[in-house]
């Protein structure tokens, strides 16, 4: 996507309006959560039924990732992130209404549709930000979304201390998230798709030199010229499935850390329900504090190193956690892991927006639906292994997965095309 010079506001300005919309919507997953339990008791829910309406989020999520790649690269991520953002708020409100389970799974799939929506649409602009910068500054964007889920929990928190119902909550959370998504679409730095190549035909020899043709020879050459033209747009960037792959990885152990960490520290270490807690805790502010500073790391090392790092950093954490098998080890080695998460997915988000910016929309889409589907899929896949080999033991998946991450850390290299890489001209030290 190329940057429109007649309606540009200053970088400074346009990246606030990117910190806004990470934090809106991290607030927004960060409030829901805090009143599932509310909404379960008001609609008299079972475990297998609230389970049955919460794939409305994961479904409506993947769904959303996957339909609105094309979109932002045919009409600039700044044409999708602002109504999303918008629509945000108002999808939050819904489940809080609904009268029972069905309704709920339905606006639970609109509200992931939406979230989906947003996080691929915010993350290209976040991109074509970067890209205006010259310079790492994807990773403090992820550091705020998860700000936005502490604010949003704790938000959630004070009304279900309050004895608040959700709609109260979500009302006035959704109000919050308008409020700061009408901000964020005054500042919101515009871009637009590059033109796309003229198709062939248009593209004929000057009139005199032309050669009469009947239509039955015409055909062959017109459907070859739309294959030849056509094929390139079905296509997407270079090692973006790969870069799916990465993200996949990772977020397995995002999604691990937050199920099972305390249920390890409790159920296996023998540790109280406070401190088994902490372990989630510990996680929870490595990952923010190590995206706070991945920007720097990633201008100072180059993203190749910093992936690669972080990933051994995660994996020797968690592994060594669980051979040594205390409580205190345990805090210990899930902050580790954190840390050393916390700057894989936005290297591998940023490198795929990178890849090609005509199709930063398509690449970010296929890198955040196979992510989201990790963070699902973790929890699932460590709870069978489990049942078969002890929960220690089916903990290490995610430790090697994530030294997987650390060996394919070259895949997140910026591209190099015609002399020039394509990701921030100031990210030395890449190999």
């Not at 790492?136 to 704790?154: K, L, Q, W, Y």
């Not at 023998?270 to 996680?283: E, L």
């Not at 795929?352 to 929309?361: I, K, L, M, N």
């Not at 069978?384 to 903990?395: F, K, N, Q």
Request: proline share 6%; charged share 10%.
């Amino acid at each position: 996507m190329a940057l429109l010079a007649t309606a540009r506001p200053s970088l400074r300005r346009a990246r606030l309006a990117v910190f806004g919309l990470f934090l809106l919507a991290g607030m927004a997953i960060g409030t829901w959560t805090a009143r599932i339990p509310a909404i379960k008791e008001d609609l008299a829910l079972s475990d297998g039924r609230l389970s049955l309406a919460l794939l409305g989020v994961a479904a409506g999520a993947i769904t959303g990732m996957l339909i609105i790649g094309r979109l932002v690269d045919r009409y600039g991520s700044d044409r999708v992130m602002i109504p999303a953002a918008i629509a945000q708020g108002a999808a939050l409100v819904l489940p809080a209404l609904a009268p029972d389970l069905p309704v709920l799974a339905l606006t639970l799939f609109l509200f992931g549709v939406v979230n989906g929506t947003l996080d691929v649409s915010m993350n290209a602009n976040a991109v074509t930000v970067e890209r205006a910068y010259g310079r790492p500054i994807m990773s403090a964007f992820h550091a705020v979304f998860s700000v936005g889920g502490f604010i949003g929990s704790a938000l959630g928190g004070l009304f279900a201390h309050a004895e608040a119902g959700p709609a109260a909550t979500f009302a006035v959370a959704g109000a919050i998230i308008l409020v700061v998504a009408v901000l964020s679409a005054r500042w919101a730095l515009r871009d637009t798709p590059h033109p796309r190549e003229p198709h062939s035909a248009a593209l004929g020899a000057p009139e005199a030199t032309q050669q009469e043709i009947t239509p039955e020879e015409a055909a062959p050459q017109e459907a070859a010229s739309d294959r030849r033209t056509a094929a390139p747009r079905r296509r997407l960037p270079q090692g973006a499935f790969f870069l799916g792959v990465l993200a996949f990885c990772g977020l397995i152990g995002e999604g691990a850390s937050a199920d099972w960490s305390s249920v390890y520290l409790h159920d296996d270490l023998g540790s109280s329900p406070g401190f088994a807690a902490a372990a989630f805790a510990a996680f929870s502010i490595m990952m923010t504090a190590g995206r706070f500073a991945g920007d720097r790391l990633a201008a100072r090392l180059g993203p190749v190193a910093l992936v690669r790092g972080c990933g051994l950093l995660g994996a020797v954490g968690l592994a060594v956690n669980l051979v040594i098998g205390t409580p205190v080890a345990g805090v210990i080695g899930f902050a580790l892991f954190g840390a050393g998460l916390s700057c894989v997915i936005p290297q591998v988000f940023s490198a795929a927006g990178h890849r090609d910016p005509a199709q930063s929309g398509r690449a970010l889409a296929t890198v955040a639906s196979l992510g989201y589907t990790g963070f699902l899929a973790g929890p699932v896949i460590i709870g069978a292994l489990a049942e078969l080999v002890t929960l220690p033991r089916a903990l290490f998946v995610p430790a090697l997965l994530t030294l997987l991450v650390a060996l394919a850390a070259p895949a997140v290299r910026p591209v190099r095309t015609g002399g020039t890489t394509s990701a921030a001209p100031a990210q030395a030290n890449v190999s």
